[in-house]
Structure formats: C-alpha cells, structure tokens
C-alpha cells in the first residue's frame, strides 16, 4: 500500500519561479527520500532527510522534514524547463528495508 | 557512480509467451534488488524484494508464480512475466540498493512491456 500522498497532483509554472511539493506520510519512518523521474525512465534519487534532520539542502533544492506532523517539502528554486518531470518522495518504515512511494507531483515548467 | 542497467527497454510479445527482465548493477554489487510496476501517470507499486541467493519476497497480491524473481548473483537480477496479458502490459522498474537498509536506491530505466 502507498505511504506517501503528495500534493498537488500536479503543478505548472513558469520558468524561474520556485516549485513547492509537499508529501505526507502515515507511520514512523527512518529517512525519507525524494526522486525524480523524466517521463518514460526510472528514477533518479534527488535527496535523502533522516528523521532526526529538519531541513537540507542540495543545489537549488531544499527540503524539510516535520516528523510531529508526518510531512516533507521539496522546495526547487529558480525552476529550469529542465526540471520538467515527476517527483515522488518515499520514506523507508521502521523496521523494514523496502521503500515506499507516494503518488507523485508532476511537475511542468514552461518556457 | 553506481550504475544499474535494465533491458529490454521495451518488448512488444503475444499474448501468452513469456518475457524476461534483466537488471544488472554495473558497478557494485547489490545484495538487494526491489521490481516496481508503474501504470501511466501513477506512482510505482513495489511488486517483490529480491534478495541474492534466497527466495524473493513478494508484495501482497503479487503472484509469485507470474511474476518468477531470480537473484543468481550480486549484480544479477531477473523478472520473468510468465504466460503475458493484456493486463500485464506495464513499465517496470528495478531498482538496487548499494549500501545498507535505508539508504538511497538507483534504478534502472525501465522496460515498457504491451502484451498484444
């Protein structure tokens, strides 16, 4: 079952705004991760928070972390028609190896 | 870098023929490989957890007998969809874990499967 719901469902923007997508989870989690997948390939890992971290940064990305309401934020500053694509957060459950993917942000920058 | 390689990147088969997925990691070796399924537009679905030289772990309501995991090796992983459907028709995905539980995955690019 997912664990992770994203929202929105999808976003447009134009190019050089920031792009904020938000992402829930249920139960207690180890880290949770962020990817991205170009249409029609796999994903590409983006980011990784552990629980006891609340904010981090990488790039023109930034996420945070708020373990006491169970979300994650992905922040992309200064959007490129490059980061056109499909962002999915997927957080690693105590106790168990898989991770788990939420239901994605597509994410479209126009030009 | 850590590079996994998936392919057939895309097969078109009959229905009722079987197809076989390979995933390789190019550059380590992975203890653990995980087979995801995607439909257009929708998250990834994990479909089993392979791990080398033991039986694979599959996700409820995955049939173990249809979707046949082999993890021979360290860098080997195959999916085999056995007797296709329509409804099989799916991208899937692996993907490899190079370190220890709970860090980050690299995927392969996908095999977009139609079964006619």
């Known amino acids: 079952s997912q664990q992770g719901e994203e929202d929105p469902q999808a976003l447009s923007i134009q190019e050089g705004e920031n792009a904020t997508m938000n992402c829930s989870y249920k139960?207690?989690?180890?880290?949770l991760q962020w990817y991205r997948q170009n249409s029609g390939r796999g994903l590409v890992h983006l980011i990784l928070?552990?629980?006891?971290?609340r904010e981090k940064h990488s790039g023109r990305l930034r996420v945070t972390l708020d373990t006491s309401k169970k979300s994650s934020s992905l922040l992309i500053t200064a959007s490129r028609a490059a980061d056109t694509a499909s962002y999915f957060c997927?957080?690693?459950?105590?106790?168990?190896?898989?991770?788990?993917f939420g239901q994605g942000t597509r994410l479209t920058i126009n030009p | 870098g850590a590079v996994v390689s998936q392919h057939p990147s895309r097969v078109i088969c009959k229905s009722g023929t079987s197809v076989k997925i390979e995933c390789r990691s190019l550059?380590?070796?992975?203890?653990?490989m995980f087979w995801y399924r995607q439909f257009p537009k929708q998250s990834l679905m994990l479909m089993a957890t392979?791990?080398?030289?033991?039986?694979?772990?599959?996700e409820q309501g995955v049939e173990k007998d249809k979707f046949l995991i082999n993890h021979a090796s360290l860098t080997l992983s195959t999916l085999t969809v056995t007797s296709a459907h329509p409804e099989d028709s799916s991208f899937y995905i692996c993907?490899?874990?190079?370190?220890?539980?709970?860090?980050?995955?690299?995927f392969g690019s996908g095999t977009q499967l139609s079964v006619l």
């Open positions: 993907s490899a874990r190079k370190g220890p539980a709970n860090e980050k995955l690299f």
């Open positions: 139960t207690s989690i180890n880290n």
């Open positions: 928070i552990r629980s006891n971290e």
């Open positions: 997927a957080t690693v459950l105590q106790g168990a190896q898989k991770l788990v």
């Open positions: 550059d380590f070796q992975a203890t653990t």
């Open positions: 392979s791990n080398e030289g033991s039986k694979a772990t599959y």
